[in-house]
Nanobody, 125 residues
Framework: QVQLVESGGGLVQTGGSLTLSCAVS????????MGWFRQAPGQERRFVAA????????YYADSVKGRFTISRDNAKNTVHLQMNSLQGEDTAVYYC??????????????????WGQGTQVTVSS
């Protein structure tokens, strides 16, 4: 059974930083496409960032490019999302997701089979 558990969310001021973590059990992150999505109130869940199982290719939504960085720790089987220069529009519940190898692009929700429970990020001015 594959389980994903996010942590690291919280309240941060505009311009601040947070690092989210996603601990994965039941499947190695080193052979799994991993992604982060977020959902703000009243909005659909949207793509934020993803890492190909090769550990080299990364993808970002235009809105976070240059500010967010996805990384992974194979030894700890964990994926991280470093978020810098946070803005109010980054406020959302952030979800970690795993794609075991679908044919979908990594910025598409449908390819992700396993999801975490989400962690709230709130950016205040």
């Amino acid at each position: 059974q594959v389980q994903l558990v996010e942590s690291g969310g919280g309240l941060v001021q505009t311009g601040g930083s947070l690092t989210l973590s996603c601990a994965v059990s039941g499947r190695a992150v080193s052979n799994t496409h991993m992604g982060w999505f977020r959902q703000a109130p009243g909005q659909e869940r949207r793509f934020v960032a993803a890492m190909h199982w090769n550990g080299v290719s990364t993808y970002y939504a235009d809105s976070v490019k240059g500010r967010f960085t996805i990384s992974r720790d194979n030894a700890k089987n964990t994926v991280h999302l470093q978020m810098n220069s946070l803005q109010g529009e980054d406020t959302a519940v952030y979800y970690c997701a795993a794609d075991p190898g679908s044919a979908y692009r990594l910025d598409v929700r449908e390819g992700y089979v396993y999801w975490g429970q989400g962690t709230q990020v709130t950016v205040s001015s």
